[in-house]
C-alpha cells in the first residue's frame, strides 16, 4: 500500500485548506483511512478517521466543528477539508489506513497497524 499525501500550504488564520491522499495498491475500500497530526515538538495526534461506508470519527468536538474527514471510493482519494483554521493547527498531516476495521487504540499513532503517507504540511499564521 502507498499513501500520498497532498493540499498542504501556508495560509492565514480563518483560511480554509482541502488535504487529499491517494492510495494505490491495494482496494481503498478495503480501508478505514484517517488523518493524524504532529506540530512542532509534540506527538502526533489523531485527528479523524472514516470507514468505507463513510462513518466518521473525530478527535474533538472543535475539530469536528472545523474539520470535515471524507472519501472517494472511487477515486481511491481521502479528504480532510479543514475550515476557520487557526495558529495551533499548524502541523503535518498525515494519512494513514488500516485494513477493515478502526483498531482499537486508533488515537494512539503508536498502536496504529496499518500504513501511513509521508506527509504534507501546513501552516497556519495569524
Known amino acids: 500500500v502507498q499513501l500520498q499525501a497532498s493540499g498542504g500550504g501556508a495560509v492565514q488564520s480563518g483560511d480554509s485548506l482541502r488535504l487529499s491522499c491517494a492510495l494505490s495498491?491495494?482496494?481503498?475500500?478495503?480501508?478505514?483511512m484517517a488523518w493524524f497530526r504532529q506540530a512542532p515538538g509534540k506527538e502526533r495526534e489523531f485527528v479523524a478517521a472514516?470507514?468505507?461506508?463513510?462513518?466518521?470519527?473525530y478527535d474533538t468536538d472543535s475539530m469536528k466543528g472545523r474539520f470535515t474527514i471524507s472519501r472517494d471510493n472511487a477515486k481511491s482519494i481521502l479528504y480532510l477539508q479543514m475550515n476557520s483554521l487557526k495558529p495551533e493547527d499548524t502541523a503535518v498531516y498525515y494519512c494513514?489506513?488500516?485494513?477493515?476495521?478502526?483498531?482499537?487504540?486508533?488515537?494512539?499513532?503508536?498502536?496504529?497497524?496499518?500504513?501511513w503517507g509521508q506527509g504534507t504540511q501546513v501552516t497556519v499564521s495569524s
Open positions: 494513514a489506513a488500516n485494513l477493515a476495521r478502526l483498531p482499537d487504540l486508533y488515537r494512539d499513532y503508536l498502536k496504529w497497524p496499518g500504513y
Open positions: 472514516i470507514n468505507w461506508g463513510g462513518v466518521r470519527t
Open positions: 495498491g491495494r482496494t481503498f475500500s478495503d480501508y478505514v
